[in-house]
């Protein structure tokens, strides 16, 4: 069954605005992964946070994991148009952390 | 630049036709994957290889199948594809990083259709 289950389904923003999306998973996890993907391309990975960690930065991306809730959320700070694009958070599992398990997407539209 | 590469990036094939999907690494990573996506949902794990092991997920239906000659290179065959197997197929790689996580690395996908 699908580890991940991403919120909201879609988002619409404007450009300039700030884009959360959060993701809720069900075992216990070793790391936690968010991955971009462009229409009709492979997926990107855009960060991981291990179980341990509760926050983690990369330039505009922020991206929290609370394992008593087992759930995380990505923040992207003062979206563009080209952050245009389906955003997918990864689990591993306990027993095989080189598996990942994909949440459903948030598909997040940057309007110029 | 290192990278994976996947062959042909759109595929049309008949239904029942066999049909092979490839996939090649120049990141020399021991683990590939394929999977398989349909339509605004999650890529969904076939199966992987962990170096020459082939490890199959429990719900991958019989009709797939994968070769694995060398690091490089894997192949994804579909038997007979039927309607339901259209979909973009993704190959993965990742380098074996115990304890630090396992970051992918994917190919740009082959869209399969089936007519």
């Known amino acids: 069954s699908q580890q991940g289950e991403e919120d909201p389904q879609a988002l619409s923003i404007q450009e300039g605005e700030n884009a959360t999306m959060n993701c809720s998973y069900k075992t216990s996890i070793n790391n936690l992964q968010w991955y971009r993907q462009n229409s009709g391309r492979g997926l990107v990975h855009l960060i991981l946070i291990r179980s341990n960690e509760r926050e983690k930065h990369s330039g505009r991306l922020r991206v929290t994991l609370d394992t008593s809730k087992k759930s995380s959320s990505l923040l992207i700070t003062a979206s563009r148009a080209a952050d245009t694009a389906s955003y997918f958070c990864?689990?591993?599992?306990?027993?095989?952390?080189?598996?990942?398990?994909f949440g459903s997407g948030t598909r997040l539209l940057v309007r110029p | 630049d290192a990278m994976v590469i996947q062959n042909p990036r759109y595929q049309v094939t008949q239904f029942g036709k066999p049909v092979t999907l490839s996939c090649s690494q120049t990141?020399?990573?021991?683990?590939m994957y394929w999977y398989q996506q349909k339509s605004s949902q999650a890529p969904k794990l076939l199966f992987h290889y962990y170096d020459k092991d082939f490890n199959n997920e429990a719900d991958t239906p019989d009709n797939f199948q994968s070769r694995r000659p060398n690091t490089s290179f894997c192949f994804l065959d579909i038997r007979s594809p039927g309607l339901g197997d259209a979909a973009m197929y993704l190959c993965?790689?990742?380098?074996?990083?115990?304890?630090?996580?396992?970051?992918?690395?994917f190919g740009p996908g082959t869209r399969l259709t089936v007519t």
């Open positions: 993965a790689t990742s380098r074996d990083l115990p304890g630090q996580g396992y970051e992918q690395y």
């Open positions: 990864a689990t591993d599992g306990m027993d095989s952390s080189y598996k990942l398990i």
């Open positions: 990141l020399n990573h021991n683990v």
